[in-house]
């Protein structure tokens, strides 16, 4: 028999993701729904914007928003970045709090301890990239947060490996209030397919540029047309630098970057819609953006 949807004991709400920058809060989002809906890089501060995440199962519905990462900055652009986190707390039922077990960001995880203890939301703690430490050292590692926060439940993970994702879905799930779905079963995200083109165009230039051009880089699709008949999108995009020089290194030689950057991201798009892909890249100079509010906005942020 098909599961009752309206059974008076489904559970489902919101979870904000917390955590210093690189600890692998999107890694360990995409592990749980199973697909890639969020970038992610070696480099901090991937994230930018408050990406939603459904899991659906038949007894309940998570609703996760991963967040930038938390960090100190006095460049405009970051600290508009770390409200975006910290708002996004606001909204949900239950807080993951992510941290690195093979490395701990003193400064940012003071700054998110702290506002952790102004608020009464039910936290969880996953102690993420367990694979990178020994198996005896993980018991410390927990005392230790222990002692800092009132933590509902405290979780090892893998987000490389899936290792106890089930053990934490079921952490979370336990302080789920009642209440029916709130997305349809069989949505994963209610970003715009657009949107997702353009992080997909922008994962691959922080995988693939070094320095300062990641962080000096945003991008915005155009426009991006299905022609369903014969199966294809056409997108127009513009990555935005904020100096010449930025835009001769993503460029590169003959423009053997940008083409990297093109079909890399042509890939995954593909992948994404299940559909062939036509990508136009352009880079276009926005004299120091990050530092501009107007700018910021229009860029989508
Ligand atoms: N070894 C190992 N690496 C991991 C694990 N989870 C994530 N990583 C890596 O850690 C890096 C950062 O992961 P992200 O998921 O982008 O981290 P994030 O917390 O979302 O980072 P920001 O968006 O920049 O705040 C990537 O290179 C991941 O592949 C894990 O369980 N084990
Ligand atoms: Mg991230």
């Given at each position: ?42 480099k ?42 910290l708002?996004?707390?606001s ?57 800092r926060?009132?933590?509902?439940a ?92 930025q ?55």
């Amino acid at each position: 028999m098909q599961e009752n949807r309206i059974d008076s004991n489904y559970r489902s709400g919101f979870v904000a993701i917390a955590g210093a920058p690189n600890v692998g809060k999107s890694s360990i989002l995409n592990h749980m729904i199973g697909e890639k809906i969020a970038i992610t890089s070696k480099k901090p501060q991937t994230t930018r914007n408050r990406i939603l995440g459904i899991v659906t199962r038949p007894s309940f519905q998570l609703v996760f928003i991963d967040t930038p990462g938390i960090h100190k900055s006095s460049r405009l652009f970051n600290i508009r970045i770390v409200d975006v986190a910290l708002s996004a707390w606001s909204d949900t039922d239950i807080i993951l709090f992510v941290v690195d077990a093979s490395c701990s960001e003193r400064e940012s995880e003071e700054i998110i301890v702290g506002n952790l203890k102004g608020q009464e939301k039910p936290v969880v703690l996953a102690v993420n990239k367990i694979d990178l430490i020994k198996k005896n050292a993980r018991a410390a590692i927990i005392e230790q947060w222990a002692a800092r926060y009132p933590f509902k439940a405290m979780i090892p993970v893998s987000a490389r490996h899936g290792t106890h994702m089930k053990e934490l879905l079921e952490a979370m799930r336990l302080l789920l209030p009642i209440g029916p779905p709130l997305f349809p079963e069989d949505s994963l995200t209610d970003m715009p397919e657009r949107l997702i083109a353009a992080e997909l165009i922008r994962e691959k230039i922080f995988r693939l540029t070094g320095q300062e051009i990641p962080y000096s880089s945003a991008v915005v699709v155009d426009s991006y047309s299905a022609e369903d008949e014969k199966n294809l999108i056409k997108i127009r995009a513009t990555i935005h630098v904020e100096q010449d020089s930025q835009k001769g290194i993503i460029i590169g030689k003959k423009g053997s970057k940008l083409k990297a950057i093109g079909e890399q991201a042509r890939k995954e798009i593909e992948h994404m819609a299940g559909k062939k892909v036509f990508l136009d890249l352009f880079v276009r100079v926005q004299k120091n953006w990050s530092r501009d509010a107007k700018a910021i906005e229009r860029l989508g942020y």
